[in-house]
């Protein structure tokens, strides 16, 4: 597998928006043609993310990268935002691409019209319309097809309507790329909220209404955590606005680290009180055996945790004490990445401009990669909130 190529540009028009990262491309497919002789062989897979002022203009920029690129499959997404190694564009008419000469035979791109399963998937790129009804049980369904049940991806997230690509301009449903175990690949989950209290198991609910926590009322525990009263809103209602829900299967722990979310748990809004039944509501069905936890976004809990993902790929690929390599150096192993994060990160949430995206550059290194800013995260079988997903593409020799 030879290294990806990737370029990015902002511009007004998006057409010359790709015209610009047309001419990047070229560039770097000349350079990398001088370096090696296997880097003459034709794209078959461009991943392209663009962001929502583009939108009206899908179809048109679908034309254009076929007209540019023949015979190049093309995956892809709408976003509030679009990244690229070291740099965001957030709120911003811009989009970045990525072209992979992968052999056709170990990737199918898939949608409602074209069903994953014919090369038999090891794992799966999925970008969805967070308004497709059921879409957390389509999810797992999905998974359910490849043989890991490895999902990565995010939904689609747009002011003018959130369109996803798969060879085709989707609007509804599911799509993206399967791959098979020839496109060895590795994939970690970062959160973004730090536990405000202890874990606890539920132990009774319906649907999305919790009434009890280790057998007491879920309100007094939430009251408890925050330490607040219903009887004292001015200094309650902020912090109950300011709360979230870490959830997890009962089968697995919600904090893996002190003070650290476990990658199976899903984050969701804190939507209602019921002080008459002492419940909570919560933006996702719930059910007794759950073990939940209230959290906060923090700052510094995502900075550490995403650097945590970065060590821990570095590790993999690097598993000699002796390796010369640090952070700054490219990844000699990876030949390309994706990493799509919440549209409520970024460096507005880092604290400073393009600040999430370098600080994935400073771990990896400068290798290839983009991403988009989505509506919701996919990792695993799971949809998630206030994550960010890497996934690392290796060369055929790292995989494990």
């Given at each position: 597998?030879?290294?990806?190529?990737?370029a990015?540009?902002?511009?007004?028009?998006?057409?010359?928006?790709?015209?610009?990262?047309?001419?990047?491309?070229?560039?770097?497919?000349?350079?990398?043609?001088?370096?090696?002789?296997?880097?003459?062989?034709?794209?078959?897979?461009?991943?392209v993310?663009?962001?929502?002022?583009?939108?009206?203009?899908?179809?048109?920029?679908?034309?254009?990268?076929?007209?540019?690129?023949?015979?190049?499959?093309?995956?892809?997404?709408?976003?509030?935002?679009?990244?690229?190694?070291?740099?965001?564009?957030?709120?911003?008419?811009?989009?970045?691409?990525?072209?992979?000469?992968?052999?056709?035979?170990?990737?199918?791109?898939?949608?409602?019209?074209?069903?994953?399963?014919?090369?038999?998937?090891?794992?799966?790129?999925?970008?969805?319309?967070?308004?497709?009804?059921?879409?957390?049980?389509?999810?797992?369904?999905?998974?359910?097809?490849?043989?890991?049940?490895?999902?990565?991806?995010?939904?689609?997230?747009?002011?003018?309507?959130?369109?996803?690509?798969?060879?085709a301009?989707?609007?509804?449903?599911?799509?993206?790329?399967?791959?098979?175990?020839?496109?060895?690949?590795?994939?970690?989950?970062?959160?973004?909220?730090?536990?405000?209290g202890?874990?606890?198991?539920?132990?009774?609910?319906?649907?999305?209404?919790?009434?009890?926590?280790?057998?007491?009322?879920?309100?007094?525990?939430?009251?408890?955590?925050?330490?607040?009263?219903?009887?004292?809103?001015?200094?309650?209602?902020?912090?109950?606005?300011?709360?979230?829900?870490?959830?997890?299967?009962?089968?697995?722990?919600?904090?893996?680290?002190?003070?650290?979310?476990?990658?199976?748990?899903?984050?969701?809004?804190?939507?209602?009180?019921?002080?008459?039944?002492r419940?909570?509501?919560?933006?996702?069905?719930?059910?007794?055996?759950?073990?939940?936890?209230?959290?906060?976004?923090?700052?510094?809990?995502?900075?550490?945790?995403?650097?945590?993902?970065?060590?821990?790929?570095?590790?993999?690929?690097?598993?000699?004490?002796g390796?010369?390599?640090?952070?700054?150096?490219?990844?000699?192993?990876?030949?390309?990445?994706?990493?799509?994060?919440?549209?409520?990160?970024?460096?507005?949430?880092?604290?400073?401009?393009?600040?999430?995206?370098?600080?994935?550059?400073?771990?990896?290194?400068?290798?290839?990669?983009?991403?988009?800013?989505?509506?919701?995260?996919?990792?695993h079988?799971?949809?998630?909130?206030?994550?960010?997903?890497l996934?690392?593409?290796?060369?055929?020799?790292?995989?494990?």
């Open positions: 597998m030879i290294p990806f190529i990737h990015h540009a902002t511009h007004p028009d998006w057409r010359m928006a790709l015209a610009l990262v047309a001419a990047q491309v070229d560039a770097q497919r000349a350079a990398q043609a001088r370096a090696t002789e296997a880097a003459g062989r034709p794209f078959t897979l461009g991943f993310y663009f962001s929502d002022h583009y939108t009206a203009h899908a179809d048109a920029l679908l034309d254009d990268l076929r007209s540019r690129w023949p015979g190049v499959q093309w995956v892809g997404s709408v976003g509030v935002g679009v990244a690229a190694s070291g740099v965001e564009y957030i709120d911003e008419p811009a989009l970045a691409l990525m072209l992979a000469a992968l052999p056709p035979e170990t990737f199918q791109v898939f949608s409602g019209a074209r069903p994953l399963g014919s090369t038999e998937p090891f794992a799966a790129l999925v970008h969805a319309d967070p308004g497709t009804p059921e879409l957390a049980e389509l999810i797992g369904e999905l998974s359910g097809r490849t043989a890991s049940g490895y999902l990565f991806g995010g939904l689609a997230a747009g002011r003018q309507g959130a369109v996803h690509l798969a060879d301009v989707c609007r509804g449903g599911l799509s993206g790329v399967g791959f098979t175990q020839a496109v060895p690949l590795l994939s970690r989950v970062t959160q973004g909220c730090q536990p405000v202890p874990v606890r198991r539920v132990t009774a609910a319906q649907r999305n209404v919790v009434t009890a926590l280790d057998g007491e009322p879920a309100l007094d525990c939430l009251l408890a955590d925050l330490g607040v009263a219903l009887d004292d809103p001015h200094a309650a209602l902020p912090k109950l606005r300011a709360t979230l829900v870490g959830l997890s299967d009962g089968r697995s722990d919600v904090l893996t680290r002190p003070g650290q979310f476990g990658t199976d748990t899903r984050v969701r809004h804190l939507v209602g009180l019921d002080p008459a039944a419940g909570i509501a919560v933006a996702d069905v719930v059910e007794p055996g759950m073990q939940l936890a209230f959290c906060a976004r923090d700052v510094q809990a995502a900075r550490r945790d995403l650097v945590r993902i970065c060590s821990e790929i570095r590790e993999e690929l690097e598993p000699d004490a390796s010369s390599t640090g952070p700054g150096d490219p990844l000699q192993r990876v030949a390309g990445a994706l990493y799509i994060s919440c549209a409520g990160r970024g460096g507005p949430h880092f604290g400073a401009p393009s600040a999430e995206m370098q600080i994935l550059q400073h771990a990896l290194g400068d290798v290839p990669l983009i991403g988009f800013f989505a509506g919701g995260e996919i990792a079988h799971h949809l998630y909130g206030y994550t960010g997903v996934t690392v593409f290796l060369e055929p020799a790292a995989a494990s």
